[in-house]
Antibody
Framework: EVRLVESGGDLVQPGGSLRLSCAVS????????MSWVRQAPGKGLEWVAN????????YYVDSVKGRFTVSRDNAKNSLYLQMNSLRAEDTALYYC????????????WGQGTLVTVSS | DIQMTQSPSSLSASVGDRVTITCRAS??????LNWYQQKLGKVPKLLIY???TLQSGVPSRFSGSGSGTDFTLTISSLQPEDFATYYC?????????FGQGTKLDIK
């Protein structure tokens, strides 16, 4: 069974940092692009970032470029999102998802981890 | 960025109805259009990818069509468990973008 479990969400002040993690099991992690998708409270879905199987390619939505960094550790079957200089508009439920390479789709999703940016 | 526009934004229907949701891209995205279903408080679920391919395990009452800029999601006979919000998403060009969602509720 494919399983993705996010962690690391918290309440943080504007300008602060957080590191989200996504632990996966049930599939060959190193064979898949991986993505982060977020959903602000009561709002729609927004793709945030993705990373190629070997970590050699990474892409971001403009609103997080220079502030967020996606990474992965294939030996640990884990995906990460380092979030710096957080803003109120980053408040959202952050999902990790399998897929997201060009032409691809988000097949499996975790339950999400909530990031709240507020003073 | 490619803008994805869904219509309608909300829709009321009855069990057994045939429902169609439309998604329009601001430029051609070939066949790279995906549909997701999200029930209240739940995780999004992939229904259809590449415009018309049904994801494994998804009931056959769901179907997708279209290419280029215009796409549709059709539910042939609504079931009680289908009341949810539906999102389209393009995976042709980064940044990937979603439609604003179509909320389908019970009439």
């Amino acid at each position: 069974e494919v399983r993705l479990v996010e962690s690391g969400g918290d309440l943080v002040q504007p300008g602060g940092s957080l590191r989200l993690s996504c632990a996966v099991s049930g599939f060959t992690f190193s064979s898949y692009w991986m993505s982060w998708v977020r959903q602000a409270p009561g709002k729609g879905l927004e793709w945030v970032a993705n990373i190629k199987q070997d970590g050699s390619e990474k892409y971001y939505v403009d609103s997080v470029k220079g502030r967020f960094t996606v990474s992965r550790d294939n030996a640990k079957n884990s995906l990460y999102l380092q979030m710096n200089s957080l803003r109120a508009e980053d408040t959202a439920l952050y999902y990790c998802a399998t897929g997201g390479g060009i032409g691809g789709h988000f097949t499996h999703w975790g339950q999400g981890t909530l990031v709240t940016v507020s003073s | 960025d490619i803008q994805m526009t869904q219509s309608p934004s909300s829709l009321s229907a009855s069990v057994g109805d045939r429902v169609t949701i439309t998604c329009r891209a601001s430029q051609s995205i070939s066949k790279y259009l995906n549909w997701y279903q999200q029930k209240l408080g739940k995780v999004p679920k992939l229904l259809i990818y590449e415009a018309s391919t049904l994801q494994s395990g998804v009931p056959s009452r769901f179907s997708g069509s279209g290419s280029g800029t215009d796409f549709t999601l059709t539910i042939s006979s609504l079931q009680p468990e289908d009341f949810a919000t539906y999102y389209c998403q393009q995976s042709y060009i980064i940044p990937y973008t979603f439609g604003q969602g179509t909320k389908l509720d019970i009439k």
